[in-house]
């Protein structure tokens, strides 16, 4: 939930579990964002093809990352932008402000960012006396509920329909305390309404970016909402928040990428707004910003870069493996205690606030394997799950018991013998014992299963027995 932290995984999980509005609100994503990514694939034969296309793009950008990252900077300050370079949260924090009150801001509109997640920068810009405003539907949704997002697109995927009006009717206490609030057509409409002033009243719009352009020093965002155009062209000022994996050589590139992201993430073949932004509004310009900002953000990144996790860095943010993960589907995105959940939040959280602050998470995974089936990026989730396990276990952060038993597994694994032996004994016994109802309802080092569902008592040969068998 909010304000926990990742450690708290397993905590918040059973709370997850048994959260009867939050099962209602993820029950349906099988039915909604999985059969929607099928179907918008099978349409498009060279799909497969598009992915390791993709995939080539992002190799060679984080191959070359300096030089492209240098080259972007460059057409950006040449079109009449700034660049702002952050090594971590506290700098892009400071720079976002050190604008703003240059300017003398006092609302600052917001279109969606995940990186204006991870550095907090509402909550800076709230103690230094400057209004946020969320724009996106979902964003605002979870700003009225002082919460944070559940899911990289889909904000509120958490919360029922009824949920979102009683948050609208405490919310909007200066409207008809009478009005039906059970249609989503009617949500969408009052906050449209409330949102319009804040548009027009907004000094700096701030935005992320789902690509970073080095050949035009363009910036792109992806969205299903007009909330992200306004929010870039009405202020005076813009402000983009990214951070340098985004980079990508050129505008075919870009549009490569594209191909894939929406088909992957909403099961459209384009979402409803792919905007470019490049520099401030020039003479003849009907509209756009007197200034345009870049404030790009390491925060981590480089240190991946060259580690068996940089493959990481490819990903574009698109949700599939959240929505086809078996975990996510159960327990939400809340329940991780960060910015980022589901398989790629379980590996991209270690590597930004260390292993130590997110030991659960690579855990947090049956190894299916569906995240790196779907992953437009073709990035190898399930690999780097067992890396951060393996750097979980080489610093001791594995509770002793775990470690005790690994390590007698492990002796056992190196002398078959023993382990024929030992594993023959146990389950005669738990044979005979269990014989009477088939399956046993607790037994001892074996709660977390029995916990949920029955264990089936062992009957007949062993896998060796049968192995030895089929051999002669």
């Known amino acids: 939930m909010p304000g926990s932290t990742p450690l708290a995984f397993k905590d918040e999980a059973k709370l997850a579990l048994a959260d009867?509005?939050?099962?209602?609100?993820?029950?349906?994503?099988?039915?909604?964002?999985?059969?929607?990514?099928?179907?918008?694939?099978?349409?498009?034969?060279?799909?497969?093809?598009?992915?390791?296309?993709?995939?080539?793009?992002?190799?060679?950008?984080?191959?070359?990352?300096?030089?492209?990252?240098?080259?972007?900077?460059?057409?950006?300050?040449?079109?009449?932008?700034?660049?702002?370079?952050?090594?971590?949260?506290?700098?892009a924090r400071a720079a976002v402000l050190a604008i703003c009150r240059r300017v003398g801001a006092r609302t600052v509109t917001k279109g969606k960012t995940m990186i204006g997640e991870e550095i907090a920068i509402n909550e800076h810009l709230e103690a230094n006396g400057i209004t946020p405003v969320e724009t996106d539907l979902g964003e605002y949704i979870i700003q009225l509920r002082h919460e944070t997002p559940s899911h990289l697109i889909a904000p509120a995927i958490h919360l029922t329909v009824a949920q979102v009006g009683e948050t609208f009717r405490e919310a909007h206490r200066d409207l008809d305390p009478n009005r039906p609030l059970v249609d989503p057509g009617d949500m969408l409409s009052e906050a449209r309404i409330k949102l319009r002033k804040s548009f027009l009243a907004a000094d700096v719009g701030i935005t992320g970016a789902n690509f970073l352009i080095a050949e035009t020093g363009s910036t792109v965002i992806v969205t299903n909402e007009g909330n992200g155009d306004l929010t870039q062209i009405l202020p005076r000022v813009h402000i983009v928040i990214a951070s340098i994996e985004k980079i990508v050589p050129t505008l075919n590139d870009a549009s490569t990428i594209l191909r894939v992201l929406a088909r992957s993430a909403t099961g459209q073949e384009m979402s409803v707004y792919t905007t470019f932004s490049t520099g401030p509004r020039r003479p003849g310009d009907l509209d756009g910003p007197e200034e345009f900002h870049v404030v790009l953000l390491d925060n981590g990144r480089t240190a991946m870069l060259g580690t068996e996790f940089a493959d990481m860095l490819r990903c574009i943010r698109c949700g599939a493996c959240l929505d086809h993960c078996p975990v996510y589907q159960k327990v939400g995105g809340h329940a991780y205690g960060w910015v980022y959940s589901g398989p790629m939040g379980a590996v991209l959280t270690p590597g930004l606030i260390g292993i130590e602050k997110a030991t659960p998470l690579p855990n947090a995974s049956t190894f299916c394997g569906r995240c790196e089936s779907v992953c437009p990026m073709r990035i190898p989730l399930p690999k780097m799950l067992r890396h951060w396990r393996e750097r979980e276990f080489e610093r001791h952060l594995t509770p002793s018991r775990y470690r005790t038993g690994m390590a007698l597994w492990g002796f056992l694994a190196r002398h078959p013998r023993l382990y024929r032996l030992g594993s023959g004994m146990v389950a005669r016994l738990l044979g005979r014992l269990g014989r009477r109802r088939g399956a046993f309802r607790s037994l001892p080092l074996a709660g977390g299963w029995t916990a949920y569902r029955d264990m089936p008592a062992p009957e007949g040969a062993s896998f060796h027995q049968l192995w030895a068998q089929r051999r002669r």
């Open 20 to 91: 009867a509005n939050l099962q209602t609100a993820l029950a349906g994503m099988d039915d909604t964002f999985v059969a929607w990514r099928a179907a918008a694939v099978e349409r498009l034969p060279e799909f497969e093809a598009l992915r390791d296309a993709a995939k080539a793009v992002k190799d060679h950008a984080l191959a070359n990352l300096d030089f492209y990252l240098e080259r972007f900077a460059d057409n950006v300050e040449a079109g009449g932008g700034k660049v702002h370079w952050c090594a971590d949260a506290d700098a």
